[in-house]
């Protein structure tokens, strides 16, 4: 089934499309065993490579009239087959390449798909060949523009969402290029060409109109707690508190991007931001973190109106991906949450929610604050603090914003959110603080005020602003 929804797509999106199709078809695929394979995920691409060029070798038509590749062409990919053999059998015997050796490698195999589809016999008058030749053309300008732009956040330079727009722009005119080829278009006219020409010209032009005409710099705040750093925002009730005992709530927000997971021996914790303590089983305050390398959780101290029975509960989902952004948002509420009194805790990634629901069916449990407080707590990211000051559980990443609140948010107001499509109030009553990490503070500075005027972030350690590619 799935050879003949290939067959299919052939003649109309082309071979190198169909290759990045093929790509996407087998990485999903290799994702269902990646728990099997412990090599580089660049290396899986080593195969999806090896694949989509045996697909072509085998599938594709050879012969000597319009739409067929001439026999010698398949020389052509079964060298690149051959590399790609090579590299494969190096990586059975246990010698793992470098990621510049792979992407030299499947770069090459590109340049012979390339060469594959450029072969393929075609038969028209002089007056198409013509008018194919103006679309091809077209699209190689288009192709050199994409890729010699400057791409980036100062005066003069474009920014990297309009590539896409010459992208598409390409993506049509090859398309029609195909279908010229390929023998599906019956009548090579001049008005079908023209019209094509001119939409990429539009499309040309508002590319050109989105150069920037000034500086447009933001960054993210990358904190290599492995190596010391970590945000320390002090102490402060605000963090720790939000109301009357039996009566709380909070919302905690952040974006946050995993780069290397704790590198403490025998360490199963990373983590993002945290108010918490555990001294004497004293389970008090909340944090926010991965564990395993394999799952994201909020975890929040719970004590019984006795003040006994401290226990914590931990909503969680499965993630374990790396060098991506994540909106993470964990929340809480003594009174439950959407009208159910024993729905008390979710969490939420990327606007949704997911993972665990905590439902306790024991009403009479509630949030505890009393030993993060008595203890002064500070709340910290990128490590925790243990009550002598010691640093656990840390990992290196990046920020971008991060937020509490001492409401429960509602799902409607994490889904605008995620999609920057909300306004913060520093007046908002609710609002205990608010950081944008996006912007350097001037000169040396370490620290970082809150948009409240409240709270101030010192960075600690080893960080560094990188300027951001969005």
């Known amino acids: 089934m799935i050879m003949k929804l290939i067959n299919n797509r052939a003649g109309t999106i082309g071979v190198k499309r169909l290759f990045l199709w093929l790509c996407i078809l087998f990485v999903f695929a290799a994702c269902k065993d990646e728990n099997k394979d412990t090599n580089p995920a660049y290396v899986s691409q080593v195969q999806v490579t090896k694949n989509a060029l045996n697909y072509l070798s085998e599938n594709s038509t050879y012969g000597d009239v319009a739409g067929t590749y001439p026999a010698s062409s398949k020389i052509i990919v079964d060298k690149a087959i051959a590399e790609i053999d090579e590299l494969l059998a190096k990586i059975k015997n246990g010698s793992i390449p470098d990621e510049g050796t792979v992407k030299a490698a499947i770069e090459r195999a590109h340049v012979a798909i390339d060469q594959f589809k450029d072969s393929r016999r075609i038969n028209l008058n002089p007056a198409a060949t013509a008018l194919l030749e103006r679309v091809e053309l077209k699209s190689k300008s288009i192709k050199d523009m994409r890729d010699n732009t400057t791409y980036g956040n100062y005066e003069g330079n474009y920014p990297s969402l309009s590539k896409e727009i010459l992208q598409k722009a390409v993506e049509k005119l090859d398309q029609l290029i195909e279908r010229i080829k390929g023998g599906t278009m019956l009548t090579v006219g001049n008005e079908e060409i023209n019209a094509a020409l001119n939409d990429a010209e539009i499309e040309i032009t508002k590319f050109k109109a989105s150069v920037r005409i000034v500086d447009n710099i933001s960054y993210e705040l990358l904190v290599n707690g492995n190596s010391g750093g970590y945000i320390d925002f002090g102490y402060s009730d605000d963090y720790i508190k939000f109301g009357a005992q039996g009566n709380q709530a909070f919302t905690i927000e952040l974006w946050v991007k995993i780069k290397d997971y704790c590198n403490l021996a025998g360490e199963d914790n990373s983590t993002f931001l945290s108010t918490y303590t555990t001294e004497n089983s004293f389970y008090s305050g909340w944090r926010v973190q991965s564990r395993n390398k394999n799952i994201v959780r ?173």
């Not at 997911?354 to 949030?367: A, L, N």
């Not at 407080?373 to 603090?385: D, E, G, N, V």
Request: net charge positive; aromatic share 10%; glycine share 8%.
């Open 298 to 470: 909020g975890s929040v101290g719970i004590v019984d109106v006795n003040n006994q029975n401290r226990m914590l509960w931990e909503p969680a989902f499965s993630y374990s991906n790396k060098d991506e952004w994540m909106h993470f948002v964990f929340i809480y509420s003594d009174k439950g949450l959407d009208g159910d009194a024993d729905n008390r805790s979710k969490i939420y990634k990327n606007g949704n929610q997911t993972g665990d629901i905590i439902r306790i069916g024991e009403k009479e449990r509630q949030y505890n604050a009393a030993s993060a407080i008595s203890k002064k707590m500070k709340m910290t990211a990128f490590t925790r603090l243990d009550a002598n000051g010691n640093r656990l559980e840390y990992f290196n990443g990046s920020i971008k914003y991060m937020r509490i609140w001492k409401i429960a948010k509602t799902p409607g107001e994490i889904k605008l959110s995620y999609n920057r499509q909300n306004t913060i109030d520093p007046q908002d009553p609710d609002l205990v603080g608010a950081w944008d990490f996006r912007t350097k503070p001037a000169g040396q500075s370490d620290e970082i005020k809150d948009i409240t005027g409240k709270h101030t972030a010192k960075l600690i350690g080893n960080y560094s602003w990188v300027e951001s590619v969005e």
